[in-house]
């Protein structure tokens, strides 16, 4: 049974070091994510290779209100992977999706063709586990579009969403026009690159996030982020949409129970 949730931080990474007990950088993982879920905050671990898809899931086991995707991010394409492994993990019941997956053109030392395939190993994953996909694209839209509406011809069940968008306005109503969801984080709070979007789309598409321990909203700017601070994503979204932090708060949570299915 989930417990009643105000927000839901949909992508974070609290099983990474930085949360360590021994970290000096602040709370314990266990003090992140019980203040979290103290003031009604969820959130959702994700894997980036299977050892942290194996994490995530048991930070999910531990808690209500946490929840697991597992996958392997573009950065980890080139690692042997056994998906036989991963497609047991991702039959787990507190597993809401497949990710991150994607292409990554930025920060990359793998290859195209390594990321390509195993980025559509994964969609074949959720599209056969009928779950939806966590997707990490950095300067790869036209290439991840590509793909994505190739499978979504096929596969009408096909359902994304696109992590820490990043596109612009134009990209943006591409996946909009497939019926997938776009995802926001810090950076809104202290860059005016993304007001155009959040501004233009609709509010039943957008999630908010913080890719804990990375891209801490203002006024938080510099240190290590944790899924409290969703708050101030949800904030600058209400801002941008002109609405009430209560109307923001309330309809990307009810966004993120749907699209995850989160019971
Ligand atoms: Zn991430």
Redesign the pocket.
């Known amino acids: 049974m989930t417990p009643k949730l105000k927000l839901i931080d949909i992508?974070c990474?609290l099983d990474f070091s930085d949360f360590d007990p021994s970290t000096k950088l602040g709370a314990s993982r266990d003090e992140v994510i019980k203040r979290a879920l103290e003031a009604g905050i969820g959130m959702i671990n994700?894997g980036?290779d299977l050892e942290t898809s194996q994490k995530s899931i048991a930070l999910a086991e531990k808690y209500d209100g946490v929840f697991a995707v597992v996958g392997i991010h573009p950065h980890d394409a080139d690692k042997k992977i056994d998906f036989k492994e991963l497609k047991k993990l991702a039959k787990h019941e507190k597993v809401v999706g497949i990710g991150?997956c994607g292409l990554d053109n930025v920060r990359s030392s793998t290859s195209n063709i390594e990321q390509k395939d195993i980025f559509e190993q994964q969609i074949e994953l959720a599209l056969e586990l009928d779950k939806p996909l966590m997707i990490?694209c950095r300067d790869a839209h036209k290439e991840v579009l590509e793909i994505l509406k190739e499978y979504k011809n096929n596969e009408a069940s096909l359902r994304c969403n696109i992590?820490f968008f990043s596109g612009n306005w134009e990209q943006a109503q591409e996946y909009l026009k497939l019926g997938f969801s776009l995802s926001f984080d810090g950076p809104i709070t202290f860059s005016h690159d993304y007001d155009e979007t959040i501004k233009n789309m609709p509010l039943g598409r957008i999630m908010a996030e913080t890719?804990s321990p990375f891209a801490a909203p203002v006024p938080y700017r510099g240190q290590r982020n944790e899924p409290l601070y969703v708050q101030e994503v949800v904030k600058r979204i209400a801002e941008i949409k002109v609405i009430s932090f209560e109307e923001a708060a309330k309809q990307t949570t009810k966004n993120a129970i749907t699209f995850f299915g989160l019971e």
Do not use: Q, S
């Open positions: 992508h990474h994700i980036v991150e990490h992590h890719d």
